[in-house]
């Protein structure tokens, strides 16, 4: 395609290249290098496109179907080329005031932000009967409706071959304007005839600012931008480009290039010479363009082998050849994996006595697209770990005294050299499981044998819950709750038989904390083994009477035992000097007197209600006629035992016999628990002496 070139090299916007203007091609400037929790997306699709009949014209030398069959990748030779056509405008939005646009879906993760875009658009400078559009090809294009001027413009110099057209490229940063969508640009400035191409492409850098599903490893992103002409007169072009950082894994590229033709082939991009996508490399086919040739753009992202960048280079040879098609390179943009360690623990919140030993399990995983090297956790060797694969470790340490951090750490590299690390710091639960018991500090009274229930309170004195609380005494206990928190507070009813003596009745209570620590405590209630007694005794005013001669019996009932004695009986004869009392409190007594008739010899019993006769004394009420003989003189009378003296006063000449108390029968025990709380004040039943 004869064309005069004489259009010199422009270069806009000096601040972003400084300095003399330089060779349109063979320079490679880096626009990004970071790594990120993201990747770049590349779309783009052309501004012109095959003739409608009517812009073809009458007899035309390639059908207009021919055309349209090369966008889908039909037909060979001049006819499924844009050389063999009228190449006309596409013009899809509204807006009048352009005469070229078209769209492209940009699909990035939702979420993630744009940390760079740039524009990257181009066109025939001249083309064979081309008919120019309005202005310049340095004109500002409409993004989604924004004007954008270009950040940097090239176009060929008069070097070329009367077989090549000039071709011009243009570059903006749109960072700030890019929105996730359909994007649509316009007036990319492209003559339309014969052998035109016009079209642009979108670059885009997202991000995440930490590991996510859509990115869980960092990425290195390097964009490089230029004008690399591959003209008819030039068979192949090496292109030095850095940085680079291979480390192992897939590398993507995103690539822009313009005028590659489908239906022409020997055309390869070389990576330190090995051939990236075959030996069509350039056929026009842009990521968000309707047609898989459109005949003006490529526009998308290839993935290259591993092997293809040695890891750890920094540089590379990115070589262009080229047989029957010509075209342009305007953007590299390298996607490195790079491997990247996480790590988690288990448990994530470990419990411990202290010196216990802690063993977390370390599970390490290569979150990465890339190998990572000369794994290490918590001191242990792991090797590699291949790209998304898991190791895992067990890592110990011994505890501490009390609550401390631990830490497990992880470290490698990629082949590339890169230090990768990943720590989980756990706090360790340094468990003190402890336990309190205690009991009423008054004593409990009962009688010996009886069944004691008593109330042991327990208190977690510890720093951890307890599970599993059980009380046990020597008749049992009532259950306990499954759980007591630290301060907490729980009561339990024990019960346990009273001895024959005083004594102390034990409840202990076990638990464990949530790791099997167990811990127990004990407390005593003390016992007072008190015996029920009932004392009698009676005296009379004369020892002799004569026959049918009315004297006083003074009788005196006592209760010197510690509780209370319910419905307290005087039986037997004299039937004057019977009595009852509903109850006779501890250590009380009562005193009355009763008219009897002389001769008298007989017995008074005094019995506890319900005791069954267990708990009893007597006393004899003897009183001789005057007629029978005189009697030895009697012994002088003797105070019960326990028994102060009666507040009634003493008869006079007392004469009386003393019985002893006795102790309640085994058997009657159980009868006279029924007694025991009871307490009643004596001289309000009776009105009788009281101490
Ligand atoms: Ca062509
Ligand atoms: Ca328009
Ligand atoms: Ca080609
Ligand atoms: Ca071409």
């Not at 069959?69 to 499924?80: C, M, Q, T, V, W």
């Not at 060929?156 to 960072?175: I, K, M, Q, R």
Request: aromatic fraction near 4%; glycine fraction near 8%.
């Amino acid at each position: 395609m004869r064309v005069p070139i004489l259009i010199a090299v422009v270069l806009l916007v000096p601040l972003l290249t400084p300095g003399p203007p330089v060779a349109a091609a063979e320079v490679w400037r880096t626009q990004f290098d970071e790594a990120v929790y993201g990747d770049v997306t590349v779309v783009g699709n052309s501004v012109l496109t095959c003739p409608t009949p009517e812009q073809a014209g009458p007899h035309p030398k390639y059908s207009p179907k021919s055309c349209v069959d090369a966008l889908n990748r039909k037909g060979h030779g001049p006819s499924a080329l844009n050389n063999g056509h009228r190449m006309s405008w596409t013009d899809v939005d509204d807006d009048p005031a352009t005469f070229t646009s078209s769209s492209a879906q940009l699909a990035i993760p939702a979420g993630a932000t744009v940390a760079y875009a740039k524009l990257g658009w181009a066109g025939s400078a001249t083309c064979r009967d081309d008919v120019p559009p309005p202005g310049t090809p340095q004109d500002p294009v409409t993004f989604n409706g924004t004007r954008v001027s270009p950040g940097r413009f090239v176009i060929d110099g008069p070097d070329l071959s009367h077989t090549d057209n000039a071709f011009y490229s243009a570059e903006a940063d749109v960072t700030r304007a890019l929105t996730s969508g359909t994007v649509t640009v316009g007036n990319v400035w492209a003559p339309q005839g014969f052998d035109c191409f016009g079209g642009w492409s979108l670059t885009v850098v997202w991000k995440f600012p930490h590991a996510t599903a859509a990115a869980p490893a960092k990425r290195h992103i390097a964009v490089h931008g230029g004008h690399v002409r591959l003209p008819t007169g030039k068979p192949v072009l090496h292109t030095p480009i850095a940085p680079t950082h291979p480390t192992g894994g897939d590398i993507r590229v995103g690539l822009t290039a313009y005028e590659g033709d489908w239906a022409t082939d020997g055309d390869q991009m070389l990576i330190n010479g090995a051939a990236v996508g075959g030996r069509n490399a350039f056929v026009s086919s842009a990521q968000g363009a309707p047609y898989p040739n459109n005949m003006s753009v490529d526009a998308r992202t290839v993935t290259v082998g591993a092997n293809v960048l040695k890891p750890g280079t920094k540089s590379a040879e990115l070589a262009f050849r080229r047989d029957e098609d010509a075209f342009l390179v305007q953007s590299i943009a390298w996607s490195f994996p790079l491997p990247e360690l996480t790590l988690t623990v288990d448990p994530a919140n470990p419990a411990a006595h202290p010196k216990d030993t802690v063993a977390q399990t370390a599970t390490v995983t290569n979150a990465g697209d890339a190998p990572a090297t000369g794994v290490t956790v918590c001191g242990q060797q792991v090797g590699t770990i291949a790209p998304h694969a898991t190791a895992t470790r067990t890592c110990s340490s011994t505890a501490a005294d009390d609550d401390y951090p631990t830490t497990v750490a992880v470290s490698g590299t990629s082949l590339a050299g890169d230090p990768l690390a990943a720590q989980r710091s756990s706090p360790v639960d340094v468990l003190h499981p402890a336990l309190r018991a205690t009991t009423a500090t008054e004593p409990v009274t009962a009688l010996p044998g009886q069944a004691v229930k008593f109330t042991t309170t327990v208190t977690n004195t510890g720093d951890t819950p307890l599970y599993g609380l059980a009380a046990r005494a020597a008749a049992g206990c009532d259950p306990m709750q499954g759980q007591l928190d630290p301060g907490a507070t729980s009561k339990v009813d024990c019960t346990a038989p009273a001895g024959d003596e005083s004594g102390a009745l034990t409840a202990t209570v076990s638990a464990a904390d949530r790791i099997g620590g167990k811990v127990e405590a004990s407390a005593s209630v003390r016992v007072q083994v008190i015996y029920p007694r009932l004392t009698i005794s009676a005296v009379w005013s004369k020892d002799r009477a004569r026959d049918g001669e009315v004297v006083t019996v003074t009788v005196t009932v006592g209760n010197p035992s510690e509780v209370p004695i319910a419905n307290v009986q005087v039986n037997g004869e004299p039937a004057a000097c019977r009595r009852t009392f509903p109850v006779l409190a501890p250590r009380t007594r009562v005193t009355y007197t009763c008219q009897v008739t002389a001769p008298m010899n007989a017995r008074l019993t005094v019995s506890g209600a319900g005791a069954g006769g267990a708990i009893s004394a007597s006393a004899i009420v003897r009183i001789e006629s005057v007629s029978a003989p005189l009697p030895p003189a009697p012994e002088p009378p003797a105070p019960a035992p326990d028994v102060p003296a009666p507040d009634v006063p003493a008869p006079p000449q007392p004469v009386a016999h003393v019985q002893q108390v006795s102790k309640p029968a085994v058997g009657g025990v159980a009868a006279i628990i029924g007694m025991i709380g009871m307490v009643v004040v004596a001289s309000a039943l009776s009105g009788l002496g009281r101490r």
